[in-house]
């Protein structure tokens, strides 16, 4: 993680993270991510309930990477090494079939 206006970098290591996905609109996809983290690196003392946001096309491509604090943006961004993490994540197959498979919004 990084602090805006700050050159310290913590590296997270995601144990295990958990998605939620709903369809926007017909252009965006909201997917929520909780994170359990490796004791060995654990989410900066400042936030409260940490959490990430990926924005993606239908087709499961990646707009954007957010992390957050208690659902809305933080002085935070993620790493490289973070953000490869998430991707990966969401690039398995099985999450890729979750995302095409959402229902269109009302």
Avoid: H
Avoid at 22 to 51: C, G, H, K, Y
Avoid at 56 to 81: H, L, M, N, R, W
């Amino acid at each position: 993680m990084i602090k805006y206006g700050l050159d310290t970098v913590t590296e997270l290591k995601f144990e295990k993270i958990v998605a939620s996905m709903e369809r926007r609109n017909d252009q965006w996809v909201d997917i929520e991510l909780l994170f359990e983290l490796s004791e060995a690196t654990p989410a900066p003392d400042d936030l409260i309930d940490f959490s990430g946001l990926v924005i993606c096309t239908p087709e499961g491509s990646i707009a954007q990477i957010v992390p957050q604090d208690e659902d809305c943006d933080c002085e935070y961004q993620f790493t490289a090494y973070e953000k490869e993490q998430i991707t990966a994540f969401i690039l398995q197959e099985q999450n890729q079939l979750r995302i095409s498979q959402l229902p269109s919004p009302i």
